[in-house]
């Protein structure tokens, strides 16, 4: 899924895909490290993650969002 993300939000240019990691492009929001990353991509963000939809926040519910 990341990949496709990736692509999609680089308009099908597989060049950031192959010069950015995973890690970097979908960092994981549960950890400390992986949020600070997300915080500092740019818009429109990719973040992964595994929390149940219980732990989101609620803000989050009424951003735009896209899950």
């Not at 149940?52 to 989050?60: E, H």
Request: aromatic fraction near 10%.
């Amino acid at each position: 899924m990341l990949e496709i993300l990736s692509l999609i939000r680089q308009d099908g240019d597989p060049g950031w895909c192959r010069s950015v990691p995973n890690w970097d492009r979908g960092p994981w929001l549960e950890t400390l490290l992986g949020y600070r990353r997300a915080r500092g991509n740019a818009r429109p963000r990719i973040i992964s993650s595994h929390l149940p939809v219980q732990l989101f926040p609620r803000a989050f519910f009424r951003s735009k969002a896209k899950v």
